[in-house]
């Protein structure tokens, strides 16, 4: 069992910028890719970024390009979001999530494992 553990998440001007960590339990943490996704008040969860286990492949959705950045530290069981540019647009529940498949990285039914969201709220 693998439990998850997002922070960092807060209320933020528009143009500012916010990092949020998910720190992971267990011995297994290199083997799953990880991966971001947000949801907002009556939307559909939305994928935003993901990491391959050895950080060698990484994906994000286009609304966040240039914006965002993932990374992975395996040594301490976290991968981060670096949020820079926020727009008010981004404002959402950010889930943290796990998964030892690597196809459609991107489909949140692929993983096995989530967080419990923090909430990122960026002002105009």
């Known amino acids: 069992q693998v439990q998850l553990v997002e922070s960092g998440g807060g209320l933020v001007q528009a143009g500012g910028s916010l990092r949020l960590s998910c720190a992971a339990s267990?011995?297994?943490?290199?083997?799953?890719?990880m991966g971001w996704f947000r949801q907002a008040p009556g939307k559909e969860r939305e994928f935003v970024s993901a990491i391959t286990s050895s950080g060698g492949r990484i994906y994000y959705a286009d609304s966040v390009k240039g914006r965002f950045t993932i990374s992975r530290d395996n040594a301490r069981n976290t991968v981060y979001l670096q949020m820079n540019s926020l727009k008010p647009e981004d404002t959402a529940v950010y889930y943290c999530?796990?998964?030892?498949?690597?196809?459609?990285?991107?489909?949140?039914?692929?993983?096995?494992?989530w967080g419990q969201g923090t909430q990122v709220t960026v002002s105009s």
């Open positions: 999530a796990a998964t030892r498949h690597h196809s459609s990285v991107v489909q949140p039914t692929r993983y096995d494992y």
């Open positions: 267990g011995r297994t943490f290199d083997s799953y890719a």
